[in-house]
């Protein structure tokens, strides 16, 4: 966590502040059980984020974790959403990525909880891609985290919801090209480019994809894919 930090009683203290200031706002927010016959109502809109950041007293990224575990119970509360449905995913999102821009985990929820859950592909497109531009260069830390795979989730949602093969392309090799990135990631973006009919960067990234392949198969993969375009291979 960058910033201040504080820990024991100051970190409580400090928690507490924040939420005096606009989380009382937040915990109208009822966490929702659903009940055989009962129709839950909404939950209220969460505050502007910008509301949000003022009111912590320059400890963002404190209040964006505690915003991620209220995310959390939200969003893993399957009886009340399946009564009133995950419309409120992107808010959260949105909130806990303004506060902290480097929560690069929240950015990835955006592929399943906007993008499949809510039914918001290119909302979820948004969010990706500004995790993704916001955070050049990050590694992958713990997991599927680094900026590669926010890339890597943009290409798989450019591909199922709208079938867009150059666009998914295009972020398969931004994927391939952050630190950490798989090989694979350089074998999808050249996959894609000739799905796209762009033979030539298909061409250069299966030709990269044949001298880095870290196994026999997947070279012998860009040898076979390389020959379908007319490319002599050894």
């Given amino acids: 966590m960058s910033g201040r930090f504080v820990t024991g009683e100051g970190a409580w203290a ?14 109208q927010w009822p966490r929702l059980e659903a009940k055989p016959g009962t129709a839950l109502s ?8 910008a509301l949000l950041g003022s009111a912590c007293l320059g ?30 995913s992107a808010d959260y999102l949105e909130a806990i990525t303004t506060l902290n821009p480097r929560f690069l985990l929240a950015y990835a929820q955006a592929n399943y909880a906007v993008a499949e ?30 900026t590669w795979y926010l890339w890597r989730l943009a290409g798989s949602v450019a591909f199922r919801h709208f079938g867009d093969y150059a666009r ?18 350089k074998e999808n973006a050249a996959a894609f480019f000739g799905a796209a009919n ?12 044949y001298l880095e392949a870290p196994t026999a198969p997947l070279r012998e993969e860009a040898r076979r ?3 379908e375009l007319g490319v002599p291979t050894p």
């Fill in 198 to 209: 762009n033979r030539e960067r298909a061409i250069r990234l299966w030709k990269e994809f």
């Fill in 14 to 27: 400090l928690l507490a502040a924040c939420t005096l200031g606009v989380g009382a706002l937040v915990l």
């Fill in 42 to 49: 909404p939950p209220a809109p969460l505050p502007p984020a």
């Fill in 117 to 146: 859950s809510m039914g918001e592909p290119a909302h979820a497109l948004e969010i990706l891609v500004r995790g993704a531009g916001a955070n050049p260069g990050r590694p992958d830390a713990l997991g599927n985290t680094g």
């Fill in 59 to 88: 400890y963002r990224n404190l209040y964006a974790d505690w915003l991620w575990l209220q995310y959390v119970q939200y969003f893993g509360d399957r009886p009340a959403r399946l009564v009133d449905g995950y419309g409120r």
């Fill in 225 to 227: 894919r390389l020959r």
């Fill in 168 to 185: 998914s392309a295009n972020y398969f090799a931004r994927a391939a090209a952050e630190p950490g990135a798989p090989a694979v990631m």
